[in-house]
Each structure stands twice: as structure tokens, then as C-alpha cells.
């Protein structure tokens, strides 16, 4: 998880690969639409993820990423316990199956410690055409409600193209 990790916690920039133009994110042979952050956030480049926002005024990171090799067919919900592994004293809030594309993702709101600092999380998690996507909101839970709205944002106008 490397970088990712790391961007839930708001502290380095990595390198991606990938153009995102038009609020279309596309690499290789995979275009999705997504949505952007407005006002104070601004985007990263970070070597394990699609597309990466922060605000650092709120300490608050979005990370979106998209992986259509060597998938398993597994569950959203074990999906998503993948991308908690390493976070401790996670406390699940919701988790939400929501109408996406035609299909259905699974949304998880939960808190957990990432590196010991106690963090305020939103989890999107969607499967089509052979690939996994995630949108992740990460934010310190006194100012999650002030900025889950960019989160709200990019999640919102998420719509996966087609694999050619």
C-alpha cells in the first residue's frame, strides 16, 4: 500500500502514470469519469494511486485508483478489509450498499488509526469488467464533516468507461 498509506495520512508526494483532462481519468486501456475537489484542494502524484487530492489547511487526503490486473473475484466487503490492513482500533460507523454504474458498490464510513493518529475515513469500493476502483476520503474527525463534501464530489461523478 505504500504511498497510499501514506496519502491517508497527508505527508509525501509520489509519482502516477495516467492523465486526468476533462474530469476523465485515462490510462493504458481503462478511462473513467470522475468528479473533482474545488477551493483549497489540490492534486498529488502519487506512485500507488490514480489520482490524489489534498488540503492541507484541513489535513484531510482523496485517493482514487483503479486495478484491472491479477483481480480476484472477491466480495466488496473483503475488498474493503483490504484496504484497512494496518490501521488499528477501527471502529465501523456505516457501510452502505449504493447504486453505481448500474451495479452496486459498497460505501464504508469508519474511524481507525493510521500510524497511531486517529482518522475519520470514507470508502468507495467498485467492481466491473474484470476491474476494482476505490475512492478513498481520509480526514481528522474534528474537520471530516467541513470536507467530506470534495469527497462527495469525486465519488458523485464517478462512472467507469469501458475496458478496451
Request: proline share 4%; glycine share 4%.
Amino acid at each position: 500500500m505504500g504511498c497510499a498509506l501514506f496519502m491517508l495520512s497527508v505527508t509525501q508526494a509520489c509519482k502516477t502514470t495516467g492523465v486526468l483532462e476533462n474530469n476523465a481519468f485515462k490510462k493504458r486501456d481503462l478511462t473513467y469519469q470522475i468528479g473533482t475537489p474545488k477551493n483549497s484542494w489540490r492534486r498529488l502524484f502519487v506512485e500507488d494511486a490514480d489520482l490524489a487530492w489534498i488540503n492541507q489547511n484541513e489535513d484531510s487526503a482523496i485517493l482514487v485508483n483503479s486495478q484491472c490486473k491479477d483481480i480476484k473475484d472477491l466480495p466488496l466487503k473483503a475488498l474493503t478489509v483490504q484496504l484497512l490492513i494496518g490501521m488499528t482500533e477501527q471502529n465501523l460507523i456505516s457501510q452502505t450498499a449504493k447504486p453505481s454504474a448500474g451495479r452496486e458498490a459498497l460505501e464504508t464510513i469508519l474511524t481507525a488509526k493510521i500510524d497511531g493518529v486517529l482518522r475519520k475515513l470514507n470508502i468507495f469500493v467498485f467492481k466491473k469488467d474484470g476491474c476494482v476502483y476505490d475512492i478513498v476520503f481520509s480526514a481528522p474527525p474534528q474537520t471530516y464533516n467541513k470536507e467530506v463534501f470534495a469527497y462527495e464530489e469525486v465519488r458523485n461523478h464517478f462512472n467507469p468507461g469501458n475496458k478496451k
